[in-house]
T-cell receptor
Framework: DAKTTQPNSMESNEEEPVHLPCNHSTISGTDYIHWYRQLPSQGPEYVIHGLTSNVNNRMASLAIAEDRKSSTLILHRATLRDAAVYYCILRELSGGSNYKLTFGKGTLLTVNP | NAGVTQTPKFQVLKTGQSMTLQCAQDMNHEYMSWYRQDPGMGLRLIHYSVGAGITDQGEVPNGYNVSRSTTEDFPLRLLSAAPSQTSVYFC??????????????FGDGTRLSIL
């Protein structure tokens, strides 16, 4: 699996936007970019995914660089409930049956009231 | 909606004891998997299954057994617990038929301590 690099930690204030970066310089053309988050004492939770175009859903937006070597998860208005570890994961869309998610250490987001 | 249910939530074992961690999902998902998470680290895949009767090893399978007799259940067995297996265990599931980009649904974990 291609590798991703994320900052260990980031801090934000409540109700402000948060931009969580992820570098993936060895991404291949068939790799999708997925984001999960893990709230304290809970299992990971799917946030969003994309391939080339920017994506929006009710939780967040995903901005993907034109060369696809980096992406940014955007939380438009951080709340205290968004404090979590955020994982950027590359998934190869292959014909096999391996649905494995390869988790790194992620970014610990702290949201200040 | 129940989603993915893991039991027990907490367990303390002595070295050498055996136990089974239960995982059940009510979404009719073909794919199920087990991960472990150690302090300060990401999740690592132990075993996975793509359907009833089919299982395969993940990244860290040693010391663990699995079976999949029904679509709903995917238990993880520790045959002889060791202190190195102290961890938080997560079960996950997702549908297969709509492709590998389907979100995976995780349970809330079982916190296991081996003394």
């Amino acid at each position: 699996d291609a590798k991703t690099t994320q900052p260990n930690s980031m801090e934000s204030n409540e109700e402000e936007p948060v931009h969580l970066p992820c570098n993936h310089s060895t991404i291949s053309g068939t790799d999708y970019i997925h984001w999960y988050r893990q709230l304290p004492s809970q299992g990971p939770e799917y946030v969003i995914h994309g391939l080339t175009s920017n994506v929006n859903n009710r939780m967040a937006s995903l901005a993907i660089a034109e060369d696809r070597k980096s992406s940014t998860l955007i939380l438009h208005r951080a709340t205290l409930r968004d404090a979590a570890v955020y994982y950027c994961i590359l998934r190869e869309l292959s014909g096999g049956s391996n649905y494995k998610l390869t988790f790194g250490k992620g970014t610990l987001l702290t949201v200040n009231p | 909606n129940a989603g993915v249910t893991q039991t027990p939530k907490f367990q303390v074992l002595k070295t050498g004891q055996s136990m089974t961690l239960q995982c059940a999902q009510d979404m009719n998902h073909e794919y199920m998997s087990w991960y472990r998470q150690d302090p300060g680290m990401g999740l690592r895949l132990i075993h996975y299954s793509v359907g009833a009767g089919i299982t395969d090893q993940g990244e860290v399978p040693n010391g663990y057994n699995v079976s999949r007799s029904t679509t709903e259940d995917f238990p993880l067995r520790l045959l002889s617990a060791a202190p190195s297996q102290t961890s938080v265990y997560f079960c996950a599931s997702s549908p297969l038929h709509r492709g590998q980009n389907q979100p995976q649904h995780f349970g809330d974990g079982t916190r296991l301590s081996i003394l």
